[in-house]
């Protein structure tokens, strides 16, 4: 059992950064993908950003390449996702997940992750 808590969120302004945090207690043996999930108001949940255990491979939604970086530090079991020239299209909760998986897998699809956290709301106004 893992349990991802993310911390972080808040309300920044457009063009502005956040920096999101997840911390993955519990049983954390094995090897796990991390990834960013959000869900903007109206919509259904999407993927943001994953990232596999060894950190070689990364998954970006379109939507945010080239302003979000996805990033982990496995002697802690943390993740983390930078948010940079934030949009007010990127208002959602967002949450932290893991998947068991091999080393070097960052899947994509939601149904490959078994943990979720509660989420944290990023707000940003226009």
């Known amino acids: 059992q893992v349990l991802p808590v993310e911390s972080g969120g808040g309300l920044v302004q457009a063009g502005g950064s956040l920096r999101l945090s997840c911390a993955a207690s519990g049983r954390t043996t094995g090897t796990y993908a991390l990834g960013w999930f959000r869900r903007a108001p109206g919509k259904e949940r999407e993927v943001v950003a994953t990232?596999?255990?060894?950190?070689?491979?990364?998954f970006y939604a379109d939507s945010v390449k080239g302003r979000f970086a996805i990033s982990r530090d496995n002697a802690k079991n943390m993740v983390f996702l930078q948010m940079n020239s934030l949009k007010p299209e990127d208002t959602a909760v967002y949450f932290c997940?893991?998947?068991?998986?091999?080393?070097?897998?960052?899947?994509?699809?939601?149904?490959?992750?078994?943990?979720w956290g509660q989420g944290t709301q990023v707000t940003v106004s226009s």
């Open positions: 990232i596999s255990h060894s950190r070689v491979a990364t």
């Open positions: 997940a893991a998947a068991p998986a091999l080393p070097g897998w960052a899947p994509s699809s939601q149904s490959a992750y078994t943990y």
